[in-house]
Every structure is written in C-alpha cells, then in structure tokens.
C-alpha cells in the first residue's frame, strides 16, 4: 500500500493525474468494507505489512473475497489457518499463483518478493512433530520479507543433533524454538547463542503435557535470558514478533 500510495502522489505532483482522479484511486483507503469485514488497507502504511486473514471462523466465500480484495490493492497475501477442505473449496477463486502449505494451513500469495530484513532468521524444533507450527512460522517469516532457515528434529532427546546445528543457528539474528513434550529445547538454544529467542510451546505430547500448557509453563520459566514466549501452537504470533526484530 505504501508504494501505491507514493505512486499516486507522485503522479499528482507530475500533473500525471487530476486530484479528482486521484480521489478515485483511494476511494478505498483507508480501508474497504466488504459489508461482513472491513480490510484495513492502511494497515500496510502503519505495520509495514498488510492485512493477514486468520482463518478459523470465516466461511470459505468471506476468506476468497478477502484475499482478492487484499490482491486486487497490490499487497502481498497472507492466510492463516485455512484446514485444506476449505482451500479445495475457495481454489478457483484465488489469484492463479496463490500457493497453498498443507502442513502450515497457509495459502500466500507474493506480489513483493523483496527481502528487507536486515539478517537471517532461524526456525528450530525440537521433533517432527512440531513440524506444522513451524512451518506457519516459516511461511509467515518469507512472505514478511525475510531470509529463513529451517533447522528441524534437533531437540533434547538427542542433543548431539542439535550441537552440530549451531553452527548455522548462530548465523540467525533471531531464533524461533518450537517444542512441545516438557518444552525444553528454548532453555537450551538460549544458553549457547547471543541473539533473542522466541519460543512456541506446542500442543504435542502425553496427557501430562496438557495439549502444550507443561510447555509453555517450562518457557515462561526459562532460566536463561532473551527468551520470550507466545501462545501454544501461535507460530504466525513467533513470526511475526521474529520479523519486527529482523527488521530493526
């Protein structure tokens, strides 16, 4: 939006176009009301980023409609929890290019393929399991602009996999630890590098782990410092936080 915006203004001080006009093109800003939603499409202007559409709740017609109107402005696109039944079903009434993770639940669609965060960030889990939360973290980090790196099924039950890892891990300026069980692999990371932390506790794990609340009681009492804790399963919240860092 924020490119769009400084075209219009341009063109304007170039006599390229009438203030009239001009009026025209930004009938819908600062935001466009789709009767059951308002996109806030200043929200790119104030954020950085635009719009992201979560997708639990909305019925698959309300997310299309969303998401081709967050398009039609130019803006990158973002969707979040979209369980792969819906996105069959709102698939043609996508942009062609929109791509689809099934295991992050995220549809994505790059308009602005620019990186602009100033390092590298990095995504750690401690299993396979923890996989899809990493992956909405992974999806969320890239279409943010930003260069992510994967670092997956390197958690305390083996922590030799992890040591031969840090090597790349100390490369990040941020990392994102996504861990469920007792949730451990956080404290750990944090003690061996000197950049921010941020952990995801998951859902994974016997009964004793309550869907994710044992780890994320064991994060929120993580012994070394520069670790900072998001909700369970909440890898678009990690990322999203991780981007704002990168981007300092």
Known sequence: MTSRLEDILDRVARGRLTPAAALGELR?????????????????LRKGFPEIIFGLGKTPDQIARIAREIVRKGSNLLA???????????????????????????????????????????????????????????VTCDILGNDVVRVYDVGVAGIHRLLGEMDKIRRARVVITVAGMEGALPSVVAGLVSVPVIAVPTSIGYGASFKGLAALLAMLNACPGGVAVVNIDNGFGAAYLASLINHL
Not at 29 to 35: A, G, I, K, M
Not at 103 to 130: C, E, F, N, P
């Open 28 to 44: 819908d800003y600062p935001y466009c009301d789709l009767d059951f939603a308002k996109v806030d499409h200043h929200r790119e």
């Open 80 to 138: 979040t929890r979209i369980e792969p039944d819906v996105y069959r079903r709102i698939r043609a009434k996508l942009p062609r290019k929109t791509a689809y993770n099934p295991a992050a639940r995220t549809l994505s669609l790059k308009q602005k393929t620019a990186v602009t965060g100033k390092g590298r960030i990095a995504i750690v889990t401690a299993g396979t399991s923890d996989i899809p939360v990493a992956e909405e973290a992974f």
